[in-house]
C-alpha cells in the first residue's frame, strides 16, 4: 500500500480506502450548539476595557469573544481577556468575609458573615471619623470607579485618598495635561489611518492593548514605517521597522537631540506654534524679580504678544494680531512698566539649539549613534513637512476664524511606561509633547489624536482639595488635581509640613496628580508626617508586586510599636482573590469577578473614548455570585450609608442607593449629570445631560455594555482650538464650558516653583528643597540623569534592570489562571549576551543581581535583543508562597521573582537627615526604571529564587488537580 | 496505516503573517478556550495550579532571536498549529483510522472514537504540532475550528477559526489555498508567502508571510539647508524669512 493518495493517484477516490470517511460516518457535527444566550459587557482582565460578548451555557461560561460592534477593540480579544474563563473560575477567588486570627501576614483567617464584617467595618471607620478623619488613609489599586471611591472618600472627610496611578503612570498623565490637554495613555491615539511616520516610546504591553495591536496592524497594511524606541527589542518593538536600543532614562535627550537637529534645519510649523501655542508669549526678562521668567501680562492677567515688526506689545488672543517670535521688547503697560520681554520660541531656540543636545553629544549618554539621531529627525522633518495632509473639512477655530481645511502632519507618537517610571519621567514627557508640538502634529490628521473627552487642558481640571478635617465634614471637591503655583499644594501651616500621608501635592511632590500611593505604607509606619489608624485598600497588590522594597513593605505592615500594637493599627482590604495583600488584612471583604457585578466607565473617571467618538460603557452581572461576596463599590455604598456620609443617605438616615447599580442611575454629580452619559433624561432621549432615566442600565445591556456617539467630521481634528468641537462638548455634557487650549511649550506653574525655590516668593520652598527644585522644574522641557544612577558609583553598577509586561498577562492577576501561568509561569532574568560572556554565564545559570538597596538570586537567560547596559524580566510574574491558591512549589513561587527587592520607595541616604522618595521630584511618579544594578553567577543547587518567603495560609479549599474545562460540552 | 483521500480543489487553512505577529498569545489562549468545550474531548491541563502545569494546546506560539550580521538582534514570534498538509504523514501512520483528511476542504481531524493514543502521528508531524490530551489520552490538534467555520448557529462573519477572528494584530488570516482568486491565495502570492519545512515533503496547506523588508533606515531622507549659528544669517534670520513667508 502506497503511503500516500497523491502517489497512488486516482485510485484514492472518494469513499474508497480506509483514508476517506464521510461526516456521517465520523458522527462530526459541524454545526454544533454553541451557547444558551450571549451576554455582552466589559472586560476587566486589564485596564484595556474592551468589549466582550460573554457565551453563557448551562448557566456557566462557554466562550468569551471580542464584540465587534465595541469601538475600542472592534471584535479582536487578546490572551487575557479570552482567558477570562479561567479567572471566573480561579480557586483563588475568596468565597466569604475573612476576619484576621493569626499574625499578620500568616494568611491565618476565620471566615465571618457580612453583617459582621460591615458592622466591624463600620465600627472602625466611623470611630476615626469622628475623632481625625485623617487618619484614614483610602488607597485603590485597579480601580477602575474612581469617581466613586473619590466622592466616597471626599464624604468620609479624609485627604488621603488616590488609585495607584503615582506608581502607574502618572507621568504621562500630568505632563500630557499641562502641556496641552490630553496624554499618551488611553487618551489619545495615533491616527492609524493616515499617519506617515509613527514613533513609540517605552511601550511594552500596557493600557490601550488591543488598540494599539490593531493600529500597528493597519500600519503594516498601509505600509508606515514604525520606529521604536525602548531598550527591550520584544513585542512591538520586535515588529517595528527600526529599533532604537535607547539606554534607559536617557529618551529625553534623544529626543532634545531631534528638537536640536530640526531647529537647525528650520524644520518647525511656525504658524501652528503662534496660533496654537505659547511660543509667542513674552517671558519677563528681569534677573532677580519676583516675577522673573513668568508671562508678562496685562492688568487682565493676559500674557502679552509683542507685534511682529514694531514694538507693540498686545495681549495674545488680539484679534489679527501678527506675534513676533524673537527678539527683546518693552514692557511699556501695567505693573511691568519698563522692563523687557522675550518670547517663549527664543529662549526655546537659544535652549535647544545648545551644542550640548548635538546627537554627536548626546549620543555618548543616550547610546544611540549620532548618526540615527540625525537621520531619524530628517525622517520626521521630511514626513512633516514634505508629506503634508490637507483634509478638505472646514471648521472654525477659538478666535471664530473659519478654516476651509485641515492641515496634517502626518508623524504621530506614542509613550507609555518605559518614558514615565523614571524619576526624569515629566520632563521627558514634556520633551515629546515639544517635538510633536514643533512640529505641529497634535489633533491634526495623520498626528496624535485626543479622545474624548479629552482635550482636557488645566482650565478643565480641579485643584487639589483638603477637607477642614472635621469630624463628619466632608471635603469640598476632589482630593486630586492640578497645582499651578506654589499656592496651590496642600500644606500645614507652616508651609512645609505634607498634609496627606502619601505627601502629595507638598514639597517632595508638587504636581502630584495621581496621588503617591507607594509612599503610604511607608510614611504610615515611619509616622511621617503622622501615622494613620485605618488603612484602607481597594485591588492593591501593596504586600507583593506593588510596592517598592517588597521585604521592607511586608515587615511595616506587620510591625509593632512599643506597646505591642501594629504600628498600622487596623487594615483593611478587598480583593477578589487571595492575593498577598490578603494576608496582611485584618479585616477582608471579598469582591465579585467583574462577571458578577455592575461597573461604570465613566466620562467622570477614565472613559472609553476612540478619537472618533464619544463612549462609556458598564459591566452588569452576566452570572450571579455563586459564593457569598459583593461588589465593592456596593460595599462602599453600604459602608457609606452606614456612617451617614451626607450623600449616601437619605433625609430620614436610610440609605439613598440600593447598591451601586442604583447610584449609576440616579447620582447626579452636577444636576443631569451622572456617572453614565447615554440615555439620560426620562424616556431616555438625551446624551451628556438629563434627568436619570429608570431604565438606562437596561440600555446599556441591549447595546452591548457600552454607549457611543460619532463626533461631527468637523469636531474630529484641532480640539484644543476647534469652537465647533468645544460647543459640542459643552452641549454634550462633556465639559461646563469653553475653555481655552494654548500648548504650554513654556509650562509657568514650573518656573513658579523655581522662584519659591529661589525664596523669590511665599510660600517659598524650604532650604532641603531649594537645590533640587530649580534644577528639576525647568520651564521648558529638560532633561536631567536618573536620581539613582547619580547617587551610586556607576562601576559598582553599571547596569540598568527593568521590568516588562507580557502582553498575556497583567500584573499579578495572570498567575493564578490555569491557561495563562502555563505561558508565563516563570521569568527569567534576560541578559545581554556580552555582560553574560564577562560575568562567566549561560542560559540556565542562576545570578546574583544586586542594587544599592539589596539583592536577589535569579535564573539567567541570554539575549542580545536589547540595550547592552540592560537586563530585563517579565513583570510580576513571581508570587509568594501560598498566595493565589497555587500549591506548594509552584515555579512562580520557587524560582520567579521580582526586581522590586531591589528598589527602595527611598532614595540612598544623603546625610541630610531626610528621606527622599524614589520617585520623580515634579509628579512623585514612582521611579521603579531608574534601577542600576550588577551582576554575578550564582550557585544555586536547590534551584530557588532567592528572597524566599514563609508560605501565607489560605483560607481556600484545596484548588483541583485538574482541569477539563467545558467537558460537559464534549462528546 | 491511513490513506489519504485524492486531493481535493478545495483546500481550507490559514495563511500567518510573520510581519506582525508581536507575540501576544491571544490566538493561542483564544483557540484554547474556543476548543476546551469543543470539538472532541475537551483540552485538559493537569496540575493546573502545581509545580507543573501542562495543558493540551492546538496552537503554540514560540519565540526565537535571530542576529542578523548587519543589523541588530531581534525577536521573531512564530506561531505554530497544524498545517492540514497534503502529503500529512500523520494521517498515512495512522493504525486506526482516526486520523484523516477531509476529501471536502483538506481538513486533517481526529476521529477521537478511533483514537487509541498510540502517539504514532504525532511522531511522524515534523512540526510537533499534535498533542496528546494529558487527561483523556486521546490525540488532539487543530481543528481549523471545523464547529465554527460550518456553524449555522453562529452569524456568517463568525464562521472562521477562533484564531483569526480574534488576533489583535490581525496577523492570521483563513481562506480557500486551493483557489488561485482566494484572498489567501493572492496574499501569499503577493507577499511571498512560503511552506514551512518544504524539504519534509508534506505540502503543507497553511503558509507563513515572511517578515517585509523594513523601510530602509538607512537611506538618508533629502537634508535640509543647514542653521549653523543663532547669528543674523542662522536660526534666527531663517526665522524672519520663514514669518514673512507666512504674511
Known sequence: ?971 | MTLLPAPSTKRLGLVIDLDICVGCHACAVNCKEWNTGGYGAPLGDVDAYGVKPEGAWLNRIHTFEVSPKDSPAQIVHFPKSCLHCQDAPCVTVCPTGASYKRSEDGIVLVDEDRCIGCGLCSWACPYGAREMDPVEKVMKKCTLCIDRIYNDNLAEIDRVPACVRTCPAHARHYGDLGDPNSDVSKMVAERGGFDLMPEAGTRPVNKYLPPRAKTSPNTPPKQSEQTESLEATGFLGWLDKALEKLG
Not at chain 1, 440609605?655 to 431616555?684: C, S
Open chain 1, 1 to 971: 500500500m502506497s503511503q500516500t493518495g497523491q502517489e497512488t493517484g486516482q485510485e484514492i477516490g472518494p469513499g474508497r480506502g480506509t483514508g476517506e470517511h464521510r461526516e456521517q460516518e465520523r458522527g462530526l457535527d459541524a454545526s454544533p450548539k454553541v451557547s444558551d444566550r450571549v451576554a455582552r459587557t466589559t472586560c476587566y482582565m486589564c485596564a484595556c476595557r474592551c468589549g466582550i460578548n460573554v457565551h453563557l451555557r448551562d448557566g456557566k461560561v462557554r466562550y468569551i469573544e471580542g464584540n465587534r460592534d465595541h469601538p475600542i477593540n472592534r471584535g479582536v480579544l487578546c490572551a487575557k481577556g479570552s482567558a477570562g474563563i479561567m479567572q471566573h473560575y480561579s480557586p483563588a477567588r475568596l468565597r466569604k468575609p475573612l476576619l484576621r486570627t493569626g499574625e499578620r501576614g500568616s494568611g491565618q483567617f476565620r471566615e465571618i458573615e457580612w453583617e459582621e464584617a460591615l458592622t466591624l467595618a463600620t465600627e472602625w471607620l466611623g470611630e476615626v471619623r469622628m475623632r481625625d478623619p485623617k487618619k484614614l488613609a483610602f488607597f485603590t489599586g485597579r480601580d477602575q470607579s474612581q469617581s466613586l471611591t473619590s466622592w466616597w472618600a471626599q464624604q468620609y472627610g479624609t485627604p488621603n485618598y488616590a488609585a495607584h496611578g503615582g506608581f502607574c503612570s502618572v507621568n504621562m498623565a500630568a505632563a500630557g495635561v499641562y502641556t496641552f490637554g490630553g496624554a499618551f495613555w488611553e487618551f489619545g491615539a495615533a491616527d492609524w489611518e493616515r499617519t506617515k511616520l509613527f514613533l513609540i516610546f517605552g511601550v511594552a504591553e500596557d493600557h490601550d492593548s488591543n488598540p494599539i495591536k490593531l493600529g500597528l496592524s493597519r500600519l503594516k497594511e498601509r505600509g508606515v514605517k514604525t520606529i521604536a524606541v525602548n531598550p527591550v527589542r520584544t513585542g512591538y518593538n520586535a515588529v517595528a521597522d527600526e529599533w532604537v536600543g535607547v539606554t534607559p532614562g536617557t529618551d529625553g535627550l534623544f529626543v532634545l537631540s531631534i528638537v536640536h537637529e530640526l531647529l537647525k534645519s528650520g524644520k518647525v510649523d511656525l504658524d501652528y506654534l503662534i496660533r496654537y501655542t505659547n511660543a509667542p508669549w513674552l517671558v519677563i526678562d528681569d534677573e532677580g524679580a519676583a516675577d522673573h521668567g513668568l508671562f508678562a501680562r496685562d492688568k487682565d492677567g493676559k500674557p502679552l504678544v509683542a507685534e511682529r515688526g514694531g514694538d507693540k506689545v498686545v495681549a495674545y488672543d488680539k484679534k489679527g494680531v501678527k506675534p513676533a517670535l524673537k527678539g527683546r521688547f518693552k514692557l511699556a503697560d501695567g505693573p511691568d512698566g519698563g522692563r523687557e520681554g522675550v518670547p517663549v520660541f527664543e529662549l526655546l531656540a537659544r535652549r535647544y539649539l545648545d551644542a550640548s543636545l548635538a546627537p554627536e553629544e548626546t549620543e555618548k549618554t543616550t547610546g544611540v549613534p549620532a548618526d540615527q539621531t540625525r537621520r531619524i529627525a530628517a525622517e520626521i522633518a521630511e514626513t512633516a513637512f514634505e508629506k503634508e495632509i490637507v483634509v478638505d473639512q472646514p471648521w472654525t477655530d477659538m478666535k471664530g476664524e473659519r478654516h476651509d481645511k485641515m492641515i496634517g502632519r502626518p508623524v504621530s507618537f506614542h509613550a507609555m511606561r518605559g518614558i514615565s517610571a523614571h524619576s526624569n519621567g515629566f520632563q521627558t514627557c514634556r520633551a515629546i509633547h515639544l517635538l510633536q508640538i514643533l512640529i505641529g502634529s497634535i489633533d491634526t490628521p495623520g498626528g496624535f489624536r485626543f479622545e474624548p473627552p479629552y482635550p482636557r487642558p488645566v482650565g478643565l481640571q480641579p485643584k487639589p482639595h483638603l477637607g477642614p478635617n472635621l469630624p463628619g465634614e466632608p471635603l469640598q471637591g476632589p482630593h486630586l488635581g492640578f497645582p499651578e503655583g506654589p499656592e496651590d499644594l496642600l500644606l500645614e501651616e507652616d508651609g512645609v509640613t505634607p498634609v496627606r500621608i502619601d505627601k502629595a501635592f507638598s514639597w517632595d511632590a508638587p504636581l502630584s496628580a495621581h496621588g503617591l500611593m507607594h509612599m503610604v505604607i511607608s510614611n504610615a509606619h515611619a509616622r511621617d508626617p503622622y501615622g494613620v489608624d485605618v488603612l484602607f485598600l481597594y485591588m492593591a497588590n501593596m504586600a507583593w508586586n506593588s510596592s517598592m522594597n517588597t521585604a521592607g513593605v511586608m515587615k511595616m505592615l506587620s510591625d509593632r510599636d512599643e506597646d505591642g500594637e501594629y504600628v498600622i493599627p487596623k487594615i483593611i482590604y478587598s480583593d477578589a482573590y487571595d492575593s498577598e495583600m490578603v494576608s496582611y488584612a485584618d479585616l477582608v471583604l471579598p469582591d465579585t469577578t467583574y462577571l458578577e457585578r455592575f461597573d461604570c466607565i465613566s466620562l467622570l473617571d477614565r472613559p472609553i473614548g476612540e478619537p472618533d467618538v464619544l463612549a462609556d460603557a458598564i459591566r452588569w452581572p452576566v452570572l450571579e455570585p455563586d459564593r457569598d461576596v459583593r461588589g465593592f463599590q456596593s460595599v462602599l455604598l453600604d459602608l457609606g450609608a452606614r456612617m451617614g456620609f451626607p450623600g449616601m443617605v437619605k433625609e430620614d438616615g436610610s440609605p439613598r442607593y440600593k447598591d451601586y447599580a442604583d447610584y449609576i442611575i440616579h447620582h447626579e454629580r452636577k444636576p443631569g449629570r451622572g456617572p453614565l452619559a447615554g440615555w439620560r433624561g426620562k424616556d431616555g432621549d438625551k446624551t451628556g445631560r438629563g434627568e436619570p432615566n429608570e431604565d438606562q442600565l437596561e440600555r446599556y445591556i441591549e447595546h452591548g455594555g457600552f454607549f457611543e456617539i460619532e463626533l461631527p467630521e468637523n469636531t474630529r481634528y484641532y480640539r484644543h482650538a476647534n469652537r465647533d468641537w468645544q460647543e459640542w462638548a459643552v452641549e454634550h455634557g462633556v465639559q461646563d464650558s469653553i475653555v481655552e487650549n494654548v500648548f504650554q511649550l513654556y509650562l509657568e506653574p514650573l518656573r513658579k516653583f523655581q522662584l519659591s525655590a529661589e525664596g523669590k516668593v511665599q510660600p517659598a520652598a524650604p532650604e532641603s528643597h531649594r537645590e533640587q527644585i530649580i534644577r528639576c522644574f525647568e520651564p521648558l522641557p529638560d532633561w536631567y540623569a536618573p536620581f539613582e544612577g547619580e547617587a551610586i558609583d556607576e562601576g559598582d553598577f553599571p547596569f540598568h534592570a527593568l521590568t516588562q509586561r507580557p502582553a498575556a498577562m497583567y500584573h499579578s492577576w495572570g498567575s493564578q489562571n490555569a491557561w495563562l501561568r502555563q505561558i508565563y509561569g516563570t521569568n527569567p532574568l534576560f541578559v545581554p549576551g556580552a555582560v553574560c560572556d564577562s560575568a562567566g554565564l549561560k542560559d540556565g545559570d542562576w545570578a546574583w543581581v544586586i542594587s544599592p538597596h539589596g539583592r536577589i538570586r535569579v535564573p539567567v537567560k541570554r539575549t542580545d535583543a536589547v540595550n547592552p547596559k540592560t537586563m530585563w524580566t517579565w513583570n510580576a510574574i513571581g508570587k509568594r508562597s501560598g498566595a493565589w491558591a497555587l500549591k506548594p512549589g509552584a515555579p512562580e513561587a520557587s524560582k520567579g521573582f521580582l526586581l522590586n527587592h531591589l528598589i527602595n520607595e527611598l532614595l540612598p541616604p544623603k546625610g541630610d537627615g531626610m528621606r527622599w522618595s524614589n520617585s520623580d521630584p515634579v509628579t512623585g511618579q514612582a521611579a521603579w526604571f531608574d534601577l542600576r544594578v550588577r551582576i554575578e553567577k550564582a550557585e544555586a543547587p536547590d534551584e530557588l529564587s532567592l528572597p524566599q518567603f514563609p508560605p501565607q495560609e489560605n483560607p481556600l479549599p484545596k484548588p483541583p488537580e485538574n482541569v477539563t474545562w467545558g467537558k460537559e460540552w464534549t462528546r
